[in-house]
């Protein structure tokens, strides 16, 4: 069973360059998150989606954007790339709103230069 | 505004020791409590609690809740140098819709 893939696994990006990171769950989950890892800070909700068709805002949105046209998949958007977006960013899911079991993909490690 | 609090945020031990995590929150609606292990790349799941008093447990790993003071432990008992890692306690908050991390505390176990 895949599970969450996240696509790319690393990436190198110009400062001011778009980016759309990629994220497919298998599972059929209702539920998808984007959240961001820096060291000392944990992990940090950027957006979530309940359902298809739904977004909302986490407690770091700026500078990103995302949509959910299918329930598999949770694109990220950098619009404009800046250095302190530098980061590992994770995708998870769960199959019921927030309080249960999140399923995270293996990360994209994202360095803006 | 939604807290999430772990300490330490740093152990070393020796192995065969027992360890404590702590975990301490402030939500507006608590809905449970998860906590994860994260070793190279993903995290992943060990506990979900949502009532207090009841003690998970798995193998060497036990973890409880109390939610009148708003914390949990995670205990890990004869630890091995596959323990090493950073041990993520994350809350469920309803309405919101979201799971608020606290900061993780890496664990490292020395032979």
């Known amino acids: 069973t895949a599970g969450i893939t996240q696509a790319p696994t690393s990436q190198i990006l110009a400062a001011g360059r778009s980016m759309t990171l990629r994220c497919t769950q298998d599972?059929?989950?209702?539920?998808m998150y984007w959240y961001r890892q820096d060291l000392g800070l944990g992990l940090r909700l950027i957006h979530y989606s309940n359902t298809a068709g739904t977004t909302g805002k986490g407690e770091v949105p700026d500078g990103y954007s995302v949509s959910r046209a299918n329930t598999d998949d949770f694109p990220l958007t950098l619009a404009s790339a800046v250095p302190s977006q530098t980061s590992v960013y994770f995708c998870?899911?769960?199959?019921?709103?927030?309080?249960?079991?999140?399923?995270f993909g293996q990360g994209t490690r994202l360095t803006v230069v | 505004e939604d807290k999430v609090v772990q300490s330490p945020l740093s152990l070393v031990v020796h192995e065969g020791d027992t360890v404590t995590l702590n975990c301490s929150y402030e939500?507006?609606?608590?809905?449970?409590l998860l906590w994860y292990k994260q070793e190279k790349k993903a995290p992943t799941f060990l506990f979900m609690l949502t009532s207090s008093g009841i003690e998970k447990k798995s193998g060497r790993l036990s973890s409880i809740l109390d939610k009148k003071e708003l914390f949990s432990i995670l205990n890990i008992t004869a630890t091995q140098t596959g323990d090493s890692a950073i041990y993520l306690c994350?809350?469920?908050?309803?309405?919101?819709?979201?799971?608020?991390f606290g900061q993780g505390t890496r664990l490292t176990i020395n032979p």
């Open positions: 599972m059929r989950h209702n539920a």
């Open positions: 994350a809350v469920g908050v309803s309405g919101a819709q979201k799971l608020v």
């Open positions: 998870a899911s769960s199959d019921r709103s927030a309080g249960s079991e999140a399923f």
């Open positions: 939500v507006t609606n608590f809905r449970s």
